[in-house]
């Protein structure tokens, strides 16, 4: 349906404001101001990790490198938390969590969602084993039903 004037009113406010605290961001990082990215809940129809990936390419859309970006999700996400010495870079002694990324994120930042392998604490992670599996969940049910459906 078309938008109705106010909605199309709506719709370019929220654009502005977007553009502004896009250019905020830059202005801020910029200035050397301790600026960290990471989402913490997804939002209605949106996984864990989606906000992520998404809040990675507007920070470059923003103006920054992808590396950049990258550096605002782990080490200064990190830093943020007072955590630096125990993760947030690759090196000895820190928890050994990592993506294996099937492209190169540093040239195309859209590459993060490209996730190979996951490596959490030092353990690879089934990833497929993560998938939700309704026949797994005992909760489970079809609405309106009494139980859940067999397997």
Do not use: C
């Not at 906000?51 to 390419?57: A, T």
């Not at 950049?68 to 630096?84: F, G, S, V, Y």
């Amino acid at each position: 349906r078309p938008l109705t004037s106010q909605d199309s009113a709506a719709s370019a406010s929220a654009l502005q404001r977007m553009r502004s605290a896009m250019q905020n961001v830059k202005r801020m990082f910029d200035a050397g101001i301790l600026l960290a990215a990471g989402t913490d809940a997804p939002y209605p129809g949106d996984y864990f990790g989606e906000g992520l990936h998404r809040e990675l390419e507007l920070l470059v859309e923003a103006g920054l490198t992808p590396l950049q970006a990258i550096t605002l999700a782990t080490k200064n996400a990190a830093l943020l938390l007072n955590e630096l010495a125990r993760w947030g870079t690759v090196e000895p002694g820190k928890r050994a969590d990592l993506l294996v990324i099937d492209g190169d994120p540093s040239r195309r930042i859209q590459e993060t969602r490209k996730i190979r392998l996951v490596i959490q604490r030092g353990v690879v992670v089934d990833r497929v084993r993560l998938r939700y599996d309704r026949r797994r969940d005992a909760g489970y049910r079809i609405s309106g039903s009494v139980s859940a459906p067999a397997p």
